[in-house]
Nanobody, 115 residues
Framework: QVQLVESGGGLVQTGGSLRLSCTAS????????MSWYRQTPGNQRALVAL???????TYTDSVKGRFTISRDNAKNTVYLQMNSLKPEDTAVYFC?????????WGQGTQVTVSS
């Protein structure tokens, strides 16, 4: 069993920045892939960014060049640095971990970008 706890969401103006954190209950060096998803009302969760155990990263096109995913194994934490935020980035952001073929999700953190 893996628990994931997100933090760092909030309200920010267009063009601002936020850093989301996702802290795991186990060493993230044991978790194959860590990802950030986001969800808006009436829509499914959509992948924003992921980072593999080897450090490879993938981003959805709409956030490339603005968001950066990183991991700090010593702190068991994955980060999502979000810069140049836009109103369309408003969503609940979820952290997901893939461990031993099982998916684990955090509770989500709200990000609201005002225009």
């Amino acid at each position: 069993q893996v628990q994931l706890v997100e933090s760092g969401g909030g309200l920010v103006q267009t063009g601002g920045s936020l850093r989301l954190s996702c802290t795991a209950s186990i060493s993230i060096s044991r978790i194959n892939t860590m990802s950030w998803y986001r969800q808006t009302p009436g829509n499914q969760r959509a992948l924003v960014a992921l980072i593999t155990i080897g450090g490879s990263t993938t981003y959805t096109d709409s956030v490339k060049g603005r968001f950066t995913i990183s991991r700090d194994n010593a702190k068991n934490t994955v980060y999502l640095q979000m810069n140049s935020l836009k109103p369309e980035d408003t969503a609940v952001y979820f952290c997901k971990g893939l461990y031993r073929l099982s998916e684990y999700w955090g509770q989500g953190t709200q990000v609201t970008v005002s225009s």
